[in-house]
């Protein structure tokens, strides 16, 4: 068995973007991808299953809903694949994921992927409106960034599933986009997760209304409290605090 | 030698302590799904001359969070404006999460006095002074 399997529940549409959401930093590329899915239109079309994810698994309505899923969204033919993670994956598969994600991602006709994440700022409680900076790999990475009027992350580390995601692209000259916004590292943020999802809709056009995130903000964090602590696990072994380091060639 | 032993006894203390707490961690939610308390999420930040402990408390309002201390302990409660229903998840189905508890064991170079907290977008945040260290010359 491969280290990671996606598993098609029905015939996978090719689409233009690949949209990740993992637990991370404030979690918030799993309240962002989580409130996307709610708010369009989309259809459970795979799951991704690992040994290098917890052995659990979770019911909805009573029925299996795998913890690492993708969900389809049409949006008058560009197509969209949003992949949502519940758990944290073990730090030691986060590599052979990022390999088997992009694969799979190219295989369904994926232009870009494009990463939905927290950088963690010091500075976040002092913060109305998070910033939100983009990591890209390619030339055409950075002119699909610029259109939409967002900040290049221009030093520093990204670390974690998307630093892997992100070298994975740029060994396949692929089109990889991390969009990270300023976020506490160690507690749930929904604010931080508007601020990705707008910041998603500036480059790719899609709507998502995110207000219904920031009136439900404190039942969120309420709610994703054990998920967190969870979450803060695996991210030591992640090397997270790696991106508050200022990298050698810059001293 | 005796320094040694001093370092390895400190390392291997150190590290009984962590073992306990990744065990009591376990098992934390089911025992406080039963009080109706939960351990909010926190963190204890060393700030040179003062230690500062931020708490994460969604749905509180201010008048209901209380910091006691107690010896070496800190005690932070604080009940929530409505109490949090997970009526679908099997473990918190018969039970209502009503509010927050956190205890800590302080180090024993900090104060209480003049200690500050300050509550902003639901997050406590606990400023303790660190006593101040005295030199003696030695003659």
Redesign the interface.
Known sequence: MRDWVFRELKEVRRARYLIVGVPDAGLVGLIAATHLIRQVDTELVAYVDSSYLPPVIMYHGGRPYPVMRVHYHSDGGAGYLVLVSEVAMSASGIHSFAQRLVEWGQAKGVERIIMLGGVPSPQR?NLEKPGVYAAGVTQADAEFLERAGISIFKEGFVSGPYAAILKECFARSMGGVALLAESFL??PDPGAAAAVLTALSQVTGLKVDVKPLMEQ???I???L??T??RTMEAMREAGKAYEYAVPAMYV | MEEWFEREIRRVRGEIRRLIREVE?LFE?LLSAESGE?E??Y?VIDAGDKLVVRV?L??VERESIEILHSGDRLVVRAR?REP?R?CDVPLYSRCE?SGYRLELELPPNVSLEGARASF????LEITLPKRRVYRVKVE
């Open positions: 409680i160690n507690y903000e404190e039942e964090r309420a709610r409290r054990e967190m602590r | 961690s939610p939960v909010p999420l963190e994460d969604p749905k929530m949090l997970l999460i902003r977008s639901g997050l």
